[in-house]
Nanobody, 121 residues
């Protein structure tokens, strides 16, 4: 079994900051890409940022310059530093990992349960 557990969400005022963390645990053989997606009320889930094993990052245009993704491969953990938060960043943020579990042949996507981020104006 593999689990992704997020932490760090909460309520913050506009232009404030939050840091999300997501730790993967269980029968993991290797992790490829890790990242964050979000789903705002009434909207579809959308990509926020991803980071590969080689530390190549990719950001959605709406977070460039404000959010920073990083990872600690030794801890199977990915982080999202969110600065200059806006009310439109309010959403449930989901951790994502493309990983190969032990005893499986191919990498598969895994998701966390989500953490709520609410930005007040």
């Amino acid at each position: 079994q593999v689990q992704l557990v997020e932490s760090g969400g909460g309520l913050v005022q506009a232009v404030g900051s939050l840091r999300l963390s997501c730790a993967a645990s269980g029968r993991i053989y290797s992790i490829n890409t890790m990242g964050w997606y979000r789903r705002a009320p009434g909207k579809q889930r959308e990509l926020v940022a991803t980071i590969t094993t080689g530390i190549t990052t990719n950001y959605a245009d709406f977070v460039k310059g404000r959010f920073t993704i990083s990872r600690d491969s030794a801890k199977n953990t990915v982080y999202l530093q969110m600065n200059v938060l806006k009310p439109e960043d309010t959403a449930v943020y989901y951790c994502y990992a493309l990983l190969k579990a032990r005893d499986t042949g191919i990498p598969l996507p895994y998701w966390g349960q989500g953490t709520q981020v609410t930005v007040s104006s």
